[in-house]
């Protein structure tokens, strides 16, 4: 898996018959996109932070309103420096799960990798 290499950036969806991988759109971002940038745009632009305004007043006080504008603002310099964020604009891309945790991976009684589950967000 880590050798995986793949021409855009979306989610594999099947395996063509010469064995390279069929890809579709990203849920909720779109794709498949052809540039990095193109999806550090999709995610500034589709992105939800996890709590409402109101539920951001609860948890920090007076620090809510200043913590919705430094929200956005990510949002939008996200947006902005989408070319400059990634190592390589173009592809091969690898392939990236984001939740590499040790409850995500399967080893035999040696500790060697056996497979990778919780591939939903990947």
Known sequence: MFNIRLPKIGKIIGINDDGSYRQG???DLGGP????????????????FGLSHD?????????ADELSI???????????????????????????????GHNNMIFDDNYRLLGVIDWEGA
């Open 25 to 27: 759109p990203i849920p």
């Open 33 to 48: 996109l052809e540039i990095a940038a193109e999806f550090f745009m999709a995610w500034s632009a589709k992105v939800q």
């Open 55 to 63: 539920q951001l007043k609860d948890a920090a006080g007076s620090f």
């Open 70 to 100: 430094s929200g956005l603002a990510f949002k939008a310099l996200m947006n902005d420096m989408a070319e400059e964020l990634s190592k390589s604009n173009e592809g091969p891309f690898p392939l990236c799960h984001g939740d590499f």
